[in-house]
């Protein structure tokens, strides 16, 4: 069973900084790694994702920075903004198919 | 487009009552997932249908739990005699096939009572 480890739980960040979620995977294997946001009341949202073969992706403000010997990937908010308070879900797939295993979450918190 | 949604939105039902939750994943999504979410927690994955073949249920908790996608396209969960454990929020996700990207209905939060 494919086993994900999110930090920090819980983090709030000026407005203007840069936010940092960290995530820790198990097996080699996965060529896959998304992060979803999350608001109260929704369901997930891909935000972002990147493939092993690539060290680092970035769309706009979020970036993906993965490092495959230590089996670590994170997310970086560039200019967190208040807009982006929500719960970060790191992700992989699982053995064979494409169901994924969650981390715990990270709530983002910005403020002014 | 649409994107996947789900019904009903809440759902409050008596310790011991059966629910029946629907989903209507994407047009021309193939792969449908179910997951639950506890408060405070990620989603777990629950089950997995490719087209209307069930090709992964090894997350569901018990046989209480049934889930089915007859042709292909909706999807709903049933959970049988409802216990206070099954209070969550149940989401469900549709994705192309043989895509990692999946993309999330609402939920439906279910409180046992």
């Known amino acids: 069973q494919q086993q994900v480890k999110q930090s920090p739980q819980s983090l709030i960040v000026q407005k203007g900084g840069i936010s940092i979620i960290n995530c820790a995977y198990e097996?080699?294997?996965?060529?896959?790694f998304p992060w979803y946001q999350q608001f109260p009341g929704k369901g997930p949202a891909l935000l972002i994702a990147?493939?092993?073969?690539?060290s680092e992706k970035k769309e706009g403000r979020f970036t993906i920075s993965f490092n495959k010997s230590a089996k670590q990937f994170s997310l970086h908010i560039m200019d967190s903004q208040p807009g982006d308070s929500a719960t970060y879900f790191c992700?992989?797939?699982?053995?064979?198919?494409?169901?994924?295993?969650f981390g715990t979450g990270t709530r983002l918190t910005i403020i002014p | 487009g649409a994107g996947v949604s789900q019904s009903p939105r809440y759902k409050v039902a008596k310790r011991g009552q059966d629910v029946a939750l629907r989903c209507d994943p994407i047009?021309?999504?193939?792969?449908l997932f179910w997951y639950q979410q506890a408060l405070g927690q990620g989603p777990e994955f629950l089950t997995y249908?490719?087209?209307?073949?069930?090709?992964?249920k090894s997350g569901l908790p018990s046989d209480r739990f049934f889930a089915e996608r007859p042709e292909g396209s909706v999807s709903t969960l049933k959970i049988q005699r409802t216990q206070q454990e099954d209070s969550a929020v149940y989401l469900c996700?549709?994705?192309?096939?043989?895509?990692?990207?999946?993309?999330f209905g609402p939920g439906t939060r279910l409180t046992v009572t």
């Open positions: 996700a549709s994705s192309l096939a043989r895509s990692y990207e999946q993309y």
């Open positions: 097996n080699t294997a996965f060529d896959y």
């Open positions: 990147i493939r092993p073969d690539v």
């Open positions: 992700a992989a797939p699982g053995f064979g198919n494409e169901k994924l295993t």
């Open positions: 047009s021309g999504h193939v792969s």
């Open positions: 249908f490719q087209n209307e073949a069930q090709l992964d």
